[in-house]
């Protein structure tokens, strides 16, 4: 499954719960192709207490490059 920025919601907020009793958790076993701004949602959403499980090895390591790269540019700022 190719996961598209145009069928992202960008408002982490949407998925999760009201009353903060249960986690959030995204599954993505079937993700085999993302855009940048997916792997931008993936951490945001992780940040805000959102899980991911069977998240291919390549999507994680994004995940923490584009992290690292934010904390290089957040410290030169």
Known sequence: MAVED???AYDVSVFLPNDNS?????DLHEVTLVHADVIRFLS???????????CPPY????IQRERAEGETQSDEE
């Open 6 to 8: 145009r069928y992202v």
């Open 22 to 26: 249960e986690r959030m958790i995204l």
């Open 44 to 54: 945001t959403s992780e940040e805000e207490g959102i899980t991911l499980v069977r």
């Open 59 to 62: 999507v994680r390591e994004w």
